[in-house]
């Protein structure tokens, strides 16, 4: 018996060591119904068997009348995966919470049908600075730019291990007379990188509608709300006030930080273009025979079919993957701007009428701000990832960056994708409650109007000291009742039943207005509105339109 074996044995429970179903029995002889008195009788010396255990081993009680039968769980058959969809996973991502563009900008097909767009680019361009290349080949690859076979290219892929040169034999089975100009000069990486950062532009210009119809939404509601007066808290404990605009300001104006920046990273995203394999071009300068003026127009004319300004003028055998980072990293800064919006703005629609608790009826759990929040979570984690990949990217490349660019760009996009869609959701159902509001605002503000009784009194003739002494008893005998009785805050019913304060009983009304507390509030908003967040939101007038109908 083996070592693994013989641990395996003297831990299992003494019940299941001579239990008919479970296969183990004593060596020295037949199964019983009861256990043997002590473990070295069960395992001792037995025919075929190895003499002795370690003598540390303390022997078992005996047993106290029959063993039960061992009961098992019910074991599910696995499915043919093949057979049935459901059998696999499938990221909730995709399955769940993304829509339907954006998963499909990471799509299998999306990327393949980019990789042969990428070689028809690079053929059409080949052909038009001299290469030997027909009418006839560029017209067979056009025609063939979405008829894929996806079966026969896994079927390639596992002959050759290689996804790339599977796809290109692929292609060349359904063009055969552009077989032999497929991928000429061409690296993994062109179509790789290249498709890569086509998608990751895509990606962007998914993105950046969806942000701004989320700050179009929220600027309507501050501006609709920009004079309600609310208790401000300062490190969890109620300040000045302020209202309930200006706090959705303090929202907006990060949103409109994340939506500058991930304007600025698409924008400066390149086109890695048509370097060879380790980034020198020395492929195409072989094709077109020393003419380094070819090779140049070449990747600037390949750069422009797929849509970029600029390729990067230096690579290795793939983009830097510091591009990687800056792209996660503007997308972690959205996931912290939502989560910090999605904590405090609670999802709220008076029509809902889902029931959100199976055992508190009465409940109505803010499920979408919750979810905001923990795919933000998500999202703000995987910036780590390029930035470890970028770290180890040691000489022209090195291949362990692709499986794991495959997993966190994607998810990346996917996660932003729907964190932006639900919070549009949240943003178009924002319910408030005035009174509740107020009722706050009573409870805290009599402490923070006493210094404009202070200054009423003053002017009414008082003195200043005597007043604040005044004051200070006051306060402190009404801060008892609130934290040792539990009562609310009398303490402008203390005021008034001083007879000090009568100069100015009359004027405490008008001295406890909350809209005499909140300073510029509404004029900021009006301001921040009109001269930063709608000049931001111009370039996607076209796209505001629609509200955002989640199924989950």
Not at 183 to 201: E, F
Not at 269 to 295: I, P, Y
Not at 374 to 387: C, K, Q, W
Request: glycine share 6%.
């Amino acid at each position: 018996m083996c070592l693994a074996a013989k641990h395996l044995i003297l831990c299992l429970p003494a019940r299941f060591l001579c239990s008919p179903r479970c296969g183990l029995r004593p060596t020295g002889g037949a199964v019983s119904p009861s256990l043997p008195p002590t473990r070295g009788a069960a395992l001792g010396a037995g025919p075929g068997g190895e003499a002795g255990l370690p003598p540390f081993i303390p022997p078992l009680p005996a047993a106290r009348g029959p063993v039960p039968p061992l009961h098992r769980p019910a074991v599910m058959a696995t499915p043919c995966a093949e057979e049935d969809p459901l059998a696999r996973y499938r990221s909730p991502l995709v399955s769940r919470y993304a829509s339907a563009e954006m998963a499909f900008n990471f799509s299998e097909r999306k990327k393949f049908g980019t990789w042969r767009r990428l070689w028809l680019y690079l053929a059409q361009a080949e052909k038009s600075l001299g290469l030997p290349i027909t009418d006839e080949q560029i017209k067979e690859m056009e025609a063939n730019l979405d008829n894929i076979d996806f079966k026969m290219a896994a079927e390639e892929e596992k002959k050759l291990r290689h996804d790339v040169m599977a796809h290109v034999h692929t292609f060349a089975h359904c063009c055969p007379k552009a077989a032999a100009i497929i991928h000429l000069g061409a690296t993994s990486c062109y179509v790789g990188d290249n498709t890569d950062l086509i998608v990751l532009r895509d990606g962007f210009n998914l993105l950046l509608p969806k942000l701004a119809r989320v700050i179009s939404r929220l600027a309507d509601f501050a501006e609709a709300h920009a004079d309600l007066p609310t208790l401000g808290f300062t490190h969890y404990q109620p300040a000045q006030l302020t209202t309930v605009g200006k706090r959705c300001c303090l929202w907006i104006q990060d949103l409109c930080m994340d939506l500058q920046n991930l304007e600025r990273a698409r924008d400066d995203l390149r086109f890695r273009g048509v370097k060879g394999t380790t980034g020198t071009q020395a492929s195409f300068l072989q094709l077109f025979e020393g003419d380094h003026s070819k090779v140049e127009e070449l990747d600037r004319l390949v750069t422009a079919k797929a849509g970029f300004k600029r390729s990067y003028m230096v690579t290795g055998q793939t983009y830097s993957r510091k591009v990687d980072i800056e792209v996660l990293s503007v997308l972690a800064s959205l996931g912290a701007s939502v989560h910090k919006v999605s904590t405090v703005c609670i999802y709220s629609r008076k029509e809902d009428k889902r029931r959100c608790s199976s055992a508190m009826p009465y409940k109505r759990n803010p499920m979408r701000s919750e979810r905001c929040c923990s795919l933000a979570r998500h999202l703000m984690t995987l910036v780590l990832d390029p930035l470890q990949t970028a770290s180890v990217q040691w000489f022209e490349r090195t291949l362990d960056d692709s499986a794991n660019r495959r997993v966190c760009l994607a998810e990346a996009f996917l996660t932003a994708d729907i964190i932006l869609s639900t919070l549009q959701n949240i943003s178009e159902g924002l319910v408030i409650y005035p009174k509740v509001i107020d009722r706050r605002i009573r409870q805290e503000l009599p402490f923070m109007a006493t210094e404009n009784i202070i200054m009423a009194m003053v002017k009414a003739g008082g003195n200043r000291q005597d007043c604040h002494e005044k004051i200070r008893v006051l306060s402190q005998q009404a801060a008892a009742v609130v934290k040792q009785e539990g009562g609310d805050n009398d303490f402008i019913a203390r005021v008034r039943a001083d007879p000090y304060f009568s100069p100015i009983h009359e004027h405490l009304d008008s001295l406890l207005d909350p809209s005499s507390f909140i300073g510029r509030a509404p004029q900021q908003v009006a301001k921040f509105l009109k001269e930063e967040v709608r000049p931001a939101l111009i370039p996607y007038q076209s796209k505001m339109g629609g509200k955002i109908e989640l199924t989950l």
